[in-house]
């Protein structure tokens, strides 16, 4: 769907707002591959155009996106995104609009390749710097590190939870310039948001307000230590509360930024789609009338859809996809008449580059790069994939849970499990040997290991939590070490799936009431990724390995015994019953 509004299209507009407000669908002339404009050729319509991305999660560079247009031509893989990418399509729109207002929906860090993730993503906040982003809602990564780490990605400076890489690409970091907005994350104290929940912007003449959220449910996906003193509401509520005082301030037009998705069988790029699902659709429904535009992610998917009258958009994930948003707004009422929507695949070359952006990511590139390549060892295939198969076990997991299993050795630890959230890429080769740089993008955050102590009957209980109120549709199920083994039956109830008498360890039943020494990461040992039973061992130790640190490991040892680690396949270890 084109933006543009040429000037005799704005006088066909204004014409027909005089008459009714749904006469101008019709009547407008049909949509040009020109750019947007600046405003409309009227005195009382001005428009506003917003840029808009979400779930960027530190993709400084271009990276494989699946192309399937609602224009046709069939799916098709090409590299997109990439800040140098991103930063010349932005220079070229802004030449049409100084005024544009670029903003996000969250998680533009967190769960990022290992040239964002090896310095704390300092160089990710320093490229949306750069891109002239205003403002973002927080989304759930944000909170990777917790409350104190995302305050100094805000506000800057080197004190931090990630000591070992805050301040390591610069000797000094000066924070975010954009705003991050947490209008539904309440400081359990003051009972206030614990960042701005609103942001203000004014684009020819006009006050926009954004208002951002993230997903109510965050606390399941974030370590429960870095989050502690904080409370997650309801989206539309926090939303709606911002209207009154917003008014106050003379803002009629608001926009919701809301790190919460959906997904429909529709194409990305499919104008005003119809079938979307999914729990952002709740949110919108709850929204005061007055909230006519939802900017979404979380879900990584792209959609321009319709829902209650609503436009409701996400562009995919990692800066593949930009969304365009013009709003047309008569300004004698200080309302929003008219909101048109498209999206724009970042296909580098498209425009003419941005010399500062451009330099920006070789430098990145460049201070990365020594590392990133030092091998790490041989595998036995080609890449080890995190595809899971129907039993919901993947190759790629029973891989990094033997390495956990390695690491708990020295610990007396008998099972190692690993959730599929933490593993973010597939772990690929070149010619076989796996560098560093291919390892940490399998594993980013730099989780501990914690072990700890389960009865048998806790460890069934665990299991059976993977699939507590349909989680595992999004999570999966754990992945488990070499010789824990178990039969589930998709059959069977809720709280009552893992066959009886088929859970075993070395060959052997689990005994209900032993003790077993178990690893997991720090973000599972508190319960995170629903799974409270973790929270419940006993006996528990912090070890201070990393994740990656085991994985590159367990990797070198086994090739060093001459048994490379890796398998095509998943191990069958655990069966789905039909």
């Not at 992610?297 to 409701?312: A, I, N, P």
């Not at 009422?333 to 970042?346: C, F, G, S, W």
């Amino acid at each position: 769907m084109n933006l543009s509004l040429r000037p005799v299209a704005a006088i066909v507009l204004a014409a027909c707002l005089a008459a009714s407000l749904s006469a101008c669908s019709t009547r407008l002339p049909a949509p040009s591959a020109a750019p947007v404009s600046a405003s409309v050729a009227t005195s009382n319509l001005v428009q506003i155009e917003l840029v808009t991305l979400n779930d960027f999660h530190g993709n400084l560079e271009p990276s494989k996106y699946v192309w399937d247009s609602v224009k046709g031509g069939g799916p098709r893989t090409i590299e997109a995104g990439g800040i140098d990418t991103i930063g010349a399509a932005l220079q070229a729109w802004r030449r049409d609009d100084p005024q544009l207002l670029l903003v996000g929906a969250g998680d533009l860090v967190g769960a990022s390749p290992a040239i964002s993730s090896m310095w704390a993503d300092e160089p990710t906040i320093g490229a949306m710097n750069l891109l002239g982003l205003r403002a973002s809602s927080v989304g759930n990564h944000e909170f990777d590190a917790g409350r104190v780490e995302l305050l100094r990605q805000q506000m800057g400076g080197c004190k931090s939870p990630r000591a070992d890489k805050a301040c390591k690409y610069a000797p000094d970091f000066g924070g975010a310039k954009f705003s991050y907005l947490a209008a539904n994350v309440i400081d359990t104290a003051t009972r206030k948001p614990v960042l701005p929940a609103y942001k203000i912007e004014t684009a020819h003449g006009v006050k926009v307000a954004f208002i951002g959220t993230v997903l109510k449910s965050t606390a399941e996906a974030a370590l429960a230590s870095g989050i502690a003193g904080l409370e997650f509401i309801d989206e539309a509520d926090a939303i709606n509360r911002q209207l009154p005082e917003l008014r106050q301030q003379g803002v009629g037009v608001f926009v919701a930024l809301v790190h919460q998705g959906g997904s429909t069988v529709e194409k990305f790029d499919q104008p005003d789609c119809s079938k979307l699902t999914g729990p952002v659709v709740d949110i919108v429904k709850r929204l005061d009338p007055a909230v006519r535009l939802v900017v979404s992610g979380h879900s990584h998917k792209g959609y321009l859809c319709q829902v209650d009258g609503r436009t409701v958009t996400q562009s995919d994930m990692g800066g593949h996809v930009l969304g365009r948003i013009a709003l047309t707004v008569e300004t004698q009422t200080n309302t929003l008449k008219d909101i048109r929507a498209r999206q724009e695949v970042m296909v580098p070359g498209k425009w003419p580059k941005d010399p500062q952006l451009a330099a920006y990511l070789e430098t990145a590139r460049e201070r990365s790069a020594a590392l990133l390549a030092q091998p790490v060892a041989r595998l036995a295939v080609p890449s080890v994939v995190r595809k899971r198969a129907d039993s919901g076990e993947s190759a790629l997991g029973d891989l990094v849970a033997d390495s956990v299993l390695q690491a708990g050795r020295p610990f007396g630890v008998q099972i190692g499990f690993m959730n599929n959230g933490g593993m973010r890429q597939d772990l690929d080769t070149d010619n076989g040997r796996a560098s560093v740089g291919q390892t940490r993008m399998v594993l980013p955050f730099g989780n501990t290991l914690v072990v700890m102590n389960l009865k048998g009957w806790q460890i069934l209980d665990l299991l059976e939590q993977q699939w507590s109120g349909g989680r595992e549709d999004i999570r999966g199920l754990l992945q488990v070490s070499e010789g824990f083994t178990y039969q589930w039956d998709a059959r069977r109830g809720d709280g009552s799936k893992v066959v009886p008498g088929s859970a075993r360890l070395n060959g052997k039943p689990l005994d209900r009431e032993a003790s077993y020494r178990v690893m997991v990461n720090n973000f599972l040992a508190e319960g995170g990724d629903g799974f409270p039973m973790f929270a419940n061992g006993r006996n528990r130790t912090d070890t201070g390995i990393r994740d990656i640190d085991a994985l590159n490991d367990y990797l070198v040892k086994r090739e060093q015994a001459g048994k490379p680690a890796g398998a095509a396949q998943p191990q069958q270890r655990y069966q789905r019953l039909q």
